[in-house]
């Protein structure tokens, strides 16, 4: 048996996250994914989020050599995905959450669950009968698919429900935690206690037939009945790792997923288990077959596995450049771009972030801050006083001597000659390309984090004082330094698009404004509590904030309102880097690196069809072959796009007439834009490919 590693190239190249914010690495995102369906062998759907939030619906339509995710549906955490057929499905989640297709994924409505709950599984017996259960001993029940459910009340517990399963429209199973699995014969009207305070915890439960059925749950539990739930005999399985989910592809051939990529297998009913190699530590949590040979396992951290000879060989889908922190971004134009992070880590890309290479430094200490003079020049700094510089764009790093050991935090360059780096409360300054490093104590019992430089004389550095943060200023070219605000938390990042208007952030989401260089700092409202590690202004009034737990914010008005701009994610970004107005990058945690072209903003087909839509006729409409688009004004210097769900421009053309056929066979099936722009107006308009 063999792992095979598949790198899909231009399939991942960009894959949008929630707000329009692209995941260059991992691919195709990080959420952890808690369950998976595929409606045949090709088509399926994968959700899941972390932390209750950061709710995550991805498409295949290729058996997963690319995904789309489906933007802006919620930011619920979801745990699990049931289709009733090709067409219609359902997800359930965190709060209550319950939604609905009945497009193939292309969009969810919100159906009314009656709770708040978190619900943890959805299964649905037919097209219409289906069940939800959750925390706190929740179980609901709907009979005209979903659009409405009832609380199948249950006095025997308040424990939380893991999974549900249905042998038919009445017969049905649910397993929880403390042990809990019970059995109802009466569509849910009443329900028979199995098993209750067992020492281990259920996770997922599934049948092969009305009689036979298997639990599987903590520590390796796997347990068997073979006369519909009144016996059950525990199975050992060979190993202690938390089970997470098990399928059945037929009465004999069987598989369990679960912790540090632990991957299953029977073929004699359960009686033996021998372990597949996976080819991932990340705990597995969910598995489905579409057909007995091909199979598609989903991973905490967003990992995607698949099958298609019954396990003997498992693909990798998704990919990853490194899963190491990344502090700093830095692009040396729209196309050039370097990150820094842990253990050495630094990457560069020729293409604007769609594809990113690892350099070679001959370093393993952390690098915390980037920052190139020219296209060729760089420098990166961080523990132990490790200083590097590159003289060829990055091709090769040398090591510089800063004659210190201390952790260097920020390194900021006024020309190609002088440059200056924060260590504690002390400045350290080159005059000669870093090749000498000359120590400047501030004299301010301080901790540095960042600096920042306007002109070749004046500067300023933040960070933290006992009890407060703290901003100094230089305007001698760092010879001496003056604390001229210490805001109450510690600062983190400072930038100044001009020479007298700057910003700092930091702490409990922290903004402050100078529009005085310095002499005076007002508090602007961010509307968070989280840590904001870098800020950044392309412009004077548009600006950038990013911090922990997935925070970004935008702002278009000098920082006088701030905006979250939604990643779709929970890790912590420690940088930001914008090559224009709406071009721009953000790096953090587990080497996770986003990318906008608009500003973090949605597609404008998403936001608004406006009335301008009328003067498009797009017909036939659905179709499966060719369109014939047609305006009712003659186009001059006029451009025609198709775009997904997700912005990608697939189709550009260049129209000169006021009828157009345009061929769409080799798109997915699914809902596109159109959207037509000529020098005085902009229409568009959307077509279903059938």
């Known amino acids: 048996m063999k792992i095979i590693f598949f790198l899909l190239g231009l399939a991942f190249l960009s894959v949008p996250a929630f707000s329009q914010w692209e995941w260059q690495n991992p691919l195709p995102q990080i959420n952890s994914l808690k369950s998976v369906f595929f409606t045949d062998a090709n088509t399926g759907y994968a959700v899941g989020g972390d932390y209750g939030g950061c709710g995550t619906i991805l498409k295949t339509s290729d058996g997963g050599l690319s995904w789309d995710i489906i933007p802006g549906v919620t930011t619920n955490e979801l745990s699990s995905v049931f289709f009733t057929n090709s067409a219609t499905g359902y997800i359930a989640g965190n709060n209550g959450t319950i939604l609905k297709t009945i497009d193939a994924g292309l969009s969810w409505s919100p159906l009314p669950s009656g709770t708040t709950n978190y619900l943890s599984s959805v299964y649905f017996a037919d097209e219409n009968t289906g069940y939800a259960v959750g925390d706190a001993g929740t179980i609901l029940k709907t009979v ?25 429209a009445n017969t049905g199973y649910v397993a929880g935690n403390n042990g809990l699995l019970f059995k109802t014969i009466n569509g849910g009207a009443h329900w028979d206690v199995l098993f209750y305070n067992n020492p281990y915890w259920f996770s997922s439960v599934f049948f092969t037939d009305a009689s036979t059925g298997y639990v599987v749950g903590t520590y390796g539990t796997l347990i068997k009945t073979t006369d519909g739930g009144t016996n059950w005999d525990e199975i050992p399985c060979g190993t202690y790792n938390d089970l997470k989910s098990v399928f059945f592809t037929d009465a ?14 029977t073929t004699d009913a359960g009686s033996s288990w021998i372990a597949e190699p996976g080819g991932t530590n990340a705990s597995v949590l969910s598995i489905h077959f579409p057909d007995s040979d091909t199979a598609y396992a989903v991973c905490a951290g967003g990992s995607i596995l698949k099958t298609v000879n019954a396990g003997s060989e498992w693909i990798l889908l998704s990919t990853t450049v490194t899963s190491n922190a990344l502090f700093s971004v830095k692009y040396t134009d729209a196309n050039t771009g370097y990150a820094v992070g842990w253990a050495g880590t630094i990457l560069k890309t020729y293409n604007g972030g769609s594809t990113w290479a690892v350099q070679s430094v001959g370093t393993s200490k952390h690098l915390l801050s980037l920052c190139f003079t020219d296209a060729n020049t760089g420098y990166a700094v961080g523990n132990y006083g490790i200083i590097i510089k ?12 800063g004659g210190t050991t201390n952790t260097l935090n920020s390194v900021f360059f006024t020309n190609a000659s002088n440059g200056y780096i924060v260590s504690g409360a002390t400045i350290y300054k080159t005059i000669n390309s870093g090749a000498s490093w000359t120590a400047i104590p501030t004299d301010i019992t301080c901790a540095l984090n960042s600096v ?30 003056i604390l001229i605000s210490s805001p109450a938390y510690e600062l983190s990042s400072v930038f100044f698009p001009n020479q007298d208007t700057g910003y700092v952030s930091g702490l409990n989401g922290i903004i ?59 890790v912590d970004f420690q940088s930001a880097y914008f090559t224009d107005g709406n071009t721009g990058s953000v790096v953090g945690s587990y080497g996770s690196i986003l990318k906008t072209t608009n500003g973090g903003g949605y597609p404008v087909e998403l936001n608004d069809l406006s009335s301008k839509s009328n003067t498009l006729k797009i017909y036939p409409n659905p179709s499966s072959t060719e369109i014939t688009i047609q305006t009712s004004e003659t186009p001059t210097k006029s451009q025609l796009s198709i775009s997904n769900l997700s912005g990608q421009e697939l189709i550009i053309r260049q129209i000169t007439q006021p009828k157009t056929q345009i061929d769409i066979s080799r798109l997915h099936r699914g809902v596109y834009f159109v959207r037509l722009t000529s020098d005085k107006t902009v229409a568009t308009g959307k077509i279903i490919r059938q």
């Open 144 to 168: 005209n698919g979903g659009s409405s459910w009832t609380f199948l009340w249950n006095p025997a517990t308040t424990s939380d429900f893991k999974s549900v399963y249905f042998v038919d």
């Open 252 to 265: 004999n051939t069987g598989y369990i997923v679960g912790n540090s990529g632990k991957i299953l297998k």
């Open 390 to 401: 590159t003289n060829d764009a990055g091709l090769s790093w040398d090591t510089l001597s």
């Open 452 to 481: 920042f430089f306007t002109d070749d004389n004046t500067g300023y550095a933040v960070g933290s004082m006992p009890y407060s943060g703290a901003i100094i200023k230089t305007i001698n070219a760092g010879a001496s330094w």
């Open 512 to 570: 402050l404004k100078t529009v005085n260089g310095g002499t005076n700092w007002i508090t602007e409202s961010s509307g968070t509590n989280q840590q904001l590690k870098s800020i950044y202004f392309p412009s004077g009034n548009v600006g950038y904030a990013v911090g922990t737990v997935g925070t970004i914010l935008k702002t278009i008005n000098g920082g006088s309102t701030w905006t979250p701009s939604p990643s779709g994610t929970w």
